[in-house]
């Protein structure tokens, strides 16, 4: 199983860089909540339906009544709410950019450790990780050439999402049981899409969309996150938590690479100071990478 690691993060980096450029495009005709609410509508139909062609039809009930009402959960605050919060805020700013705010949720992870699990602590180099990644979240947003109100708020709207992934990361540690993987990604689909259905009821676009934006819901809603759901499970089912997590690190400029080359989008030096500077605290505040430390000199006798 450790050949297939290599593989499995490289399509993960693929498919979810890809998520900010079909996000962009969608967001064009749809706004943020009708969009979001297909997406997780026909997710989880089409999890559902790979849950029953794989374990039958009372099997597959049985394991999403199993995920039960945590697992609705988790489609509110790991789904309907992020989402929608990086769908309005590519309204204001570019794929690129969204995909490298989004890459703080592992600097929020530190900073709610201590609160939600007292054994933890932070302090020293994961404490200057911490600050390095808002220092860089400050450096992507207000070194623009162009700032606006707009900017600046659909920049905070993706990290407000990175929050709510990492709020949600710690209910699921301490909230879900053996739920099996296709079985909590389907509930948590269905939770979404319920919360968000009133909403992007009122939200329904006004005109015919165009088939950029419906194949780009399209894509996103089957690759990027009905795929990547089967996918992660199986990384987490097969290499852990802490391996699949590194894909944070190649996500943001496989989406900075689509956003170049298939929307024209500029990388300004900003954008790669902000880059740097996030990954940077995210490497040194989750402890992925320590600083090296010189060896104490012995006395001579």
Same mark, same amino acid.
């Given at each position: 199983?450790?050949?297939?690691?290599?593989?499995?993060?490289?399509?993960?980096?693929?498919?979810?860089?890809?998520?900010?450029?079909?996000?962009?495009?969608?967001?064009?005709?749809?706004?943020?909540?009708?969009?979001?609410?297909?997406?997780?509508?026909?997710?989880?139909?089409?999890?559902?339906?790979?849950?029953?062609?794989?374990?039958?039809?009372?099997?597959?009930?049985?394991?999403?009544?199993?995920?039960?009402?945590?697992?609705?959960?988790?489609?509110?605050?790991?789904?309907?709410?992020?989402?929608?919060?990086?769908?309005?805020?590519?309204?204001?700013?570019?794929?690129?950019?969204?995909?490298?705010?989004?890459?703080t949720m592992p600097i929020f992870n530190?900073?709610?450790?201590?609160?939600?699990?007292?054994?933890?602590?932070?302090?020293?180099?994961r404490l200057f990780g911490i600050s390095?990644?808002?220092?860089?979240?400050?450096?992507?947003?207000?070194?623009?050439?162009?700032?606006?109100?707009?900017?600046?708020?659909?920049?905070?709207?993706?990290?407000?999402?990175?929050?709510?992934?990492?709020?949600?990361?710690?209910?699921?540690?301490?909230?879900?049981?053996?739920?099996? @993987?296709?079985?909590?990604?389907? #509930?948590?689909?269905? %939770?979404? =899409? $319920?919360? *968000?259905?009133?909403? /992007?009821?009122? +939200?329904?676009?006004?005109?015919?969309?165009?088939?950029?934006?419906?194949?780009?819901?399209?894509?996103?809603?089957?690759?990027?996150?009905?795929?990547?759901?089967?996918?992660?499970?199986?990384?987490?089912?097969?290499?852990?938590?802490?391996?699949?997590?590194?894909?944070?690190?190649?996500?943001?400029?496989?989406?900075?690479?689509?956003?170049?080359?298939?929307? @024209?989008?500029?990388?300004?030096? #900003?954008?790669?100071? %902000?880059? =740097? $500077?996030? *990954?940077?605290?995210? /490497?040194?505040? +989750?402890?992925?990478?320590?600083?090296?430390?010189?060896?104490?000199?012995?006395?001579?006798?």
């Open positions: 199983m450790t050949r297939s690691y290599p593989f499995l993060i490289g399509l993960l980096a693929a498919i979810w860089g890809a998520s900010y450029l079909f996000i962009k495009v969608a967001v064009r005709d749809f706004s943020p909540a009708a969009m979001m609410e297909l997406r997780l509508a026909v997710a989880a139909l089409a999890l559902g339906a790979f849950l029953v062609a794989t374990r039958g039809f009372h099997r597959a009930v049985a394991d999403v009544r199993a995920a039960g009402v945590h697992g609705l959960a988790i489609g509110v605050i790991n789904g309907a709410i992020p989402f929608t919060l990086i769908a309005w805020g590519e309204r204001h700013i570019d794929s690129g950019i969204a995909s490298i705010a989004n890459a530190v900073l709610l450790a201590p609160l939600l699990l007292p054994s933890e602590r932070v302090s020293g180099v390095l990644g808002i220092v860089g979240v400050v450096v992507l947003t207000g070194g623009q050439p162009h700032v606006t109100w707009w900017f600046v708020a659909g920049t905070l709207a993706v990290v407000l999402a990175s929050l709510s992934y990492s709020i949600s990361s710690f209910y699921a540690q301490r909230r879900l049981g053996s739920a099996s @993987g296709p079985a909590l990604a389907t #509930a948590s689909m269905f %939770g979404g =899409a $319920l919360v *968000l259905l009133p909403l /992007a009821a009122f +939200s329904v676009p006004s005109h015919m969309p165009g088939w950029k934006p419906i194949g780009s819901l399209a894509a996103l809603t089957l690759l990027g996150t009905a795929l990547a759901q089967l996918i992660v499970y199986r990384a987490y089912r097969h290499h852990g938590a802490t391996k699949t997590s590194l894909v944070t690190y190649l996500m943001p400029p496989t989406a900075l690479f689509y956003g170049w080359l298939l929307l @024209g989008e500029h990388i300004t030096i #900003a954008t790669a100071a %902000g880059l =740097a $500077l996030i *990954l940077g605290g995210v /490497a040194l505040g +989750s402890g992925a990478v320590a600083l090296a430390r010189r060896a104490p000199i012995a006395a001579e006798p």
